[in-house]
């Protein structure tokens, strides 16, 4: 059952939650889903006041996919123990991870959750594709063809598999080293096994505990990283192919996968304070540039990899002013 306190906002706390999120629009380092976008700032608002949260905190856990609400695992499990109960993670590894939820008003009773590798293969997070734009009627067509998910990590994508599988010949042409795939899957396995389990337990054992709103991890609404650029700029239209994907050829953006090592550790501080630092200190075209470099890559600049603020380092290191000297601090370690 919903709290009694979720109320209709009144028209003048509207308008001002409307001029804040006008103001918030403006910042630079929101992500990129709310920069100059105050409908998007403003449903985070709103979203954040029903489960009495800052802002901030609902923008940096909420994700809008296609028009559907995710919220991070993190979140869930930290609203799951603010509500007092108990929620335990693990054991967890590569292959699958566990979560336990004890509620309050049935402590004898323990919810788990066990989410693996081949749930996630069955789910087809593991699954590759192949992408080709082409022209219909004067509009760009984006083909997509799937590999078969039962591939997994089991089977390579060589020519033969391919042709095995039925690919198309512009496939074919294209050759594995095209192959386009869930990079977040396959570099962090870990934790995105444990957000599928975190988001499964929470559903079955308190879905109240989010005021009954979405308990689907971004993941889970079917966001596979970012698109593939359109090259002509126009909004693709669906024609009669093998699979056609509308997207904004003007967001979509092309994954690149980060190297292997230290993906999953997060940003160490000596390395963000040089990131704010070298910031501070460009122009608005450099900001821009490291903006662009930023959203082209899918990273999230409030939660940075390390592997990932050594590459915003680096490029931060080609447009920062002449003068101003290479810092120590943001050097990658290992």
């Known amino acids: 059952m919903l709290p009694a306190r979720i109320a209709p906002a009144s028209v003048e706390a509207l308008d001002r939650k409307l001029a804040y999120a006008e103001q918030l629009a403006k910042a630079d380092l929101l992500p990129a889903a709310y920069r100059g976008k105050p409908g998007n700032v403003l449903l985070a608002v709103e979203y954040g006041d029903l489960l009495e949260v800052h802002p901030l905190v609902a923008i940096a856990h909420v994700y809008n996919v296609d028009g559907s609400l995710g919220l991070s695992a993190e979140f869930m499990r930290a609203k799951v123990r603010e509500a007092g109960h108990r929620c335990r993670v693990g054991p967890t590894s590569a292959t699958s991870a566990t979560v336990a939820i004890t509620t309050l008003d049935d402590p004898d009773h323990t919810t788990t959750v066990t989410y693996t590798i081949d749930d996630a293969i069955r789910a087809g997070a593991l699954q590759l594709w192949w992408v080709k734009w082409r022209k219909n009627e004067g509009r760009n067509v984006k083909d997509t063809w799937r590999a078969p998910i039962e591939w997994g990590l089991e089977v390579e994508p060589t020519a033969e598999a391919l042709t095995a599988a039925g690919a198309p010949a512009w496939v074919l042409d294209q050759g594995p080293g095209e192959a386009k795939r869930n990079d977040t899957w396959w570099r962090r396995p870990t934790a995105m096994l444990g957000a599928r389990a975190t988001s499964a337990a929470v559903r079955d054992a308190c879905p109240e505990v989010l005021m ?27 024609v009669d192919v093998v699979e056609v994907v509308e997207v904004d050829p003007a967001e979509a953006l092309d994954a690149t996968a980060e190297p292997p090592g230290r993906a999953d550790r997060p940003a160490r501080q000596a390395q963000v304070d040089t990131i704010v630092a070298v910031s501070a200190e460009l122009d608005d075209e450099g900001k821009a540039s490291a903006r662009r470099f930023a959203d082209e890559r899918a990273m999230n600049l409030s939660h940075l990899t390390e592997a990932e603020a050594d590459a915003v380092l680096a490029h931060l290191a080609t447009i920062r002013p002449p003068d101003r000297e290479a810092s120590p601090a943001g050097a990658g370690a290992t």
């Open 212 to 238: 009954g709103m979405t308990t689907s991890t971004p993941d889970e609404l079917g966001w596979a990283g970012p698109a593939t650029i359109d090259p002509e700029g126009d909004r693709p239209e669906a």
